[in-house]
């Protein structure tokens, strides 16, 4: 797949201020990330999230590195349209890497790498996981995961057999059809798919996806899910221990089991098997996982004291129902409007809010309460010692994006969203296509935007409205005042701009 470039990709999972918060709510140290540290991203792609990282964290030192010749022309070719010097991108083949390139790392993550990569190259990322990651440092993997993977293993082997004989050249145009071929499947009930609800949905959804991701995905030369404990157990032959999942949807998941498997589930000590038992219950696909390098260390209380959190939107704007990943929250149940309105005056600690709910709610309960608004994006929690100030300022006049936005707003496709940093949260946001094109506009004409300029930003962008001039022109306007009221607020308060 070398000859086809992955797609551009920014992992949030990956940035440091979430893996600190990931480690802050199992019960391990959180990375310090105040002063110099040092980051590197295997397999990089087109380098989207190491630059992430080094737009975010001007002090860290990033590095980046990929098998592709073309990923890395790419990473290099944005980082200099952002801007950005402290990030560096090397062509390399991890099974012979030396690791002595490298300066010791705080931080060392792969996406979707682990589970496609033969066993000679998982071993050279093992010597350097254990030759440059330093005490106390943190490994980030994702993986194809038991046992609801095994249904994507069926696609990967029937889009192979579909595809046999066809040339390389072709998969662009060969491999949806292939799809379309699965999804008639689907739609006439095929039992495979009755069966495994996992495939059905990707093939349902299979028109939607950007088809290099999905040449990547099931035709890669290598293709193993695992399942956490044969991870766990890997990473620990290289001194690292399991702290716990990055994606907080998955834990809100297991807790939401229903009583009996959950009872059957918490009956287990050890923490890897009740992982292994939760996966097996909510037939888990995917998992995006965080180690620290620091062998049997054991979880304790306290370590979100400290934490900030913040509201992403004005508590006008917080919808009645957030939904994201599953996870569906009624935001009118207490104490959530209690946490809301709090918030609404400014950042919190975790102890003030645990205090000011003394009675009400658990530490543990507000833990689990704090992530859920944090999943559907109602709060996020602040990079220590966070921008509090931006929090509150006026948008008056504020109208440049940094670096790396302005970069990743000029690349954007026709169409798609935009995945911008946010400096404020140390996070990203996705940036619907329309709001893209109205930050463009706003940007462009110096604070400004209007219905016909926007108009003129929406033709360039190759997105139009529908209906009667008439009927554009009104869709324009609203669009114009929606922008105005409830958009620019919130990338100013998220520190979008400048």
Known sequence: MLDLPYPDFLCGLQLPEHLRYVCATSGFPEPDLGGEFTYCDLGCGQGRTASAVAALHPQAKVWGLDLSTDHISAAKAFADQAGLKNVTFLEADLAAFDAETLPPLDFITMHG????????????????????????????????AMPGAVALGAIRRMCLDLLQGQPQGNI?????????????????????FQKHPVATKVIATSDDVDVRYMAHEYLADQWAPMSIKEVADTMQ??????VNSCILAHRLHAAGLPPALRQEIEA??????????????????FRADVFVKAENYRPQDGWLDGFSFALTTSRE??????????????????????????????????????????????????????????????IRPLPKGGITSAVNEKTSGLRVLDGFNRAALAKRQPGAPVTMITSALGGIVSIPPLDAALIQTFCEHEGHVDAASLLVTLKQSNIAFEGTPEEINKKAEAAVARFTTETLPKLQRLGMLH
């Not at 287990?268 to 696909?285: F, K």
Request: a negative charge; hydrophobic letters at 45%; charged letters at 20%.
């Open 172 to 192: 662009t145009e060969s491999l949806p059809r292939a799809f379309r071929q699965l999804k008639r499947l689907a739609q006439g009930e095929g039992l495979f």
């Open 237 to 242: 032959g290289a001194g690292l221990t399991w």
């Open 317 to 378: 704007t917080v919808p009645p129902r957030a939904v994201a990943e599953g996870i569906e929250i009624d935001t009118s149940l207490q104490p959530i409007p209690f946490i809301l309105d709090a918030l609404a005056h400014g950042p919190l600690v975790f102890e003030g809010l645990a205090e000011m709910l003394t009675g009400r709610l658990s530490t543990d309960d507000l833990t689990e309460v704090l992530m859920a608004l944090i999943v559907v994006d109602v």
């Open 268 to 285: 287990e000590d050890d923490r890897l098997l009740r992982e292994v038992l939760s996966d097996i219950a909510l037939n888990r696909q």
């Open 113 to 144: 790498v682990w589970a496609w990569i033969p066993d000679q190259v998982r071993a050279g990322i093992l010597k350097l996981i254990m030759q440059r990651l330093k005490p106390g440092g943190l490994c980030y993997v994702s993986y194809n």
